[in-house]
């Protein structure tokens, strides 16, 4: 088991920035990689970014576009997802998630299926 949880959501103006902060507990060292989701109400839960313990190795959704930085303090126990320039599109709830499966192609962790265990969420709201 995998316990993740979500904090540093909150308001915004568009423009600014906001760090997301991912503490996980539990056996952490099962997972090969943590990952950033995040969804709107009526809409699916898209990807935005994966951190593979591999190789230290990073991999982020197209409309990124270099705003948005996953990182790692420490191994295996908390994830950062730091939002800069932040769009009203990018208000969401943001979810971290955790997979237990070893996967050689790196975007593959992009895909939800591959993600076993999930957080609560924490809202971003982007005022314009």
């Known amino acids: 088991q995998v316990q993740l949880e979500e904090s540093g959501g909150g308001p915004v103006q568009a423009g600014g920035s906001r760090r997301l902060s991912c503490a996980a507990s539990?056996?952490?060292?099962?997972?090969?990689?943590l990952g950033w989701f995040r969804q709107v109400p009526g809409k699916e839960r898209e990807f935005v970014a994966a951190f593979r313990w591999s190789g230290s190795r990073t991999y982020y959704a197209d409309f990124v576009k270099g705003r948005f930085t996953i990182s790692t303090d420490n191994p295996k126990n908390t994830i950062y997802l730091e939002l800069n320039n932040l769009e009203p599109e990018d208000a969401a709830t943001y979810y971290c998630?955790?997979?237990?499966?070893?996967?050689?192609?790196?975007?593959?962790?992009?895909?939800?299926?591959?993600?076993?265990?999930w957080g609560q969420g924490t809202q971003v709201t982007v005022s314009s």
């Open positions: 998630a955790a997979s237990l499966l070893s996967c050689p192609i790196l975007t593959y962790y992009g895909r939800r299926s591959v993600y076993g265990y």
């Open positions: 539990g056996r952490t060292f099962t997972t090969y990689a």
